[in-house]
């Protein structure tokens, strides 16, 4: 289904103590297909309490670049994302940036153990 050059990058945020997501999993959390060559986003999917959301993101995320994209992304997420969501998915996403960058580096046991801020 992915190609050798595709990664699987998790980016965790908490949520707010009133949203259904937290209740459910407890955190939130957004898992990334990247190109690990090129940074660019393939596919992703996030812990939600509807199907309707994935697909929401993925029309934010798929097809930019995880890196060169950013500020567009997190412009995207607060202009189009109105939900209880908006800023777990922004730090998730962000979570998910850095380890990314740890990664590139070629610091791939310091990507997986990175711990959430």
């Given at each position: 289904?992915?190609?050798?050059?595709?990664?699987?990058?998790?980016?965790?945020?908490?949520s707010?103590?009133?949203?259904?997501?937290?209740?459910?999993?407890?955190?939130?959390?957004?898992?990334?297909?990247?190109?690990?060559d090129?940074?660019?986003?393939?596919?992703?999917?996030?812990?939600?309490?509807?199907?309707?959301?994935?697909?929401?993101?993925?029309?934010?995320?798929?097809?930019?670049?995880?890196?060169?994209?950013?500020?567009?992304?997190?412009?995207e997420?607060?202009?189009?994302?109105?939900?209880?969501?908006?800023?777990a998915?922004?730090?998730?996403?962000?979570?998910?940036?850095?380890?990314?960058?740890?990664?590139?580096?070629?610091?791939?046991?310091?990507?997986?153990?990175?711990?959430?801020?």
């Amino acid at each position: 289904m992915f190609d050798t050059n595709s990664i699987y990058i998790v980016g965790v945020a908490k949520s707010q103590l009133n949203n259904p997501i937290t209740y459910q999993f407890g955190r939130f959390v957004i898992g990334f297909v990247v190109n690990k060559d090129t940074g660019q986003i393939i596919t992703c999917c996030a812990a939600t309490a509807l199907p309707l959301t994935n697909e929401f993101l993925q029309s934010i995320f798929c097809n930019k670049n995880i890196i060169d994209d950013n500020k567009l992304i997190q412009e995207e997420i607060q202009n189009r994302y109105i939900g209880a969501s908006q800023k777990a998915i922004i730090f998730a996403y962000r979570d998910a940036l850095k380890r990314f960058k740890i990664y590139q580096i070629g610091d791939y046991k310091s990507a997986i153990e990175y711990q959430l801020d």
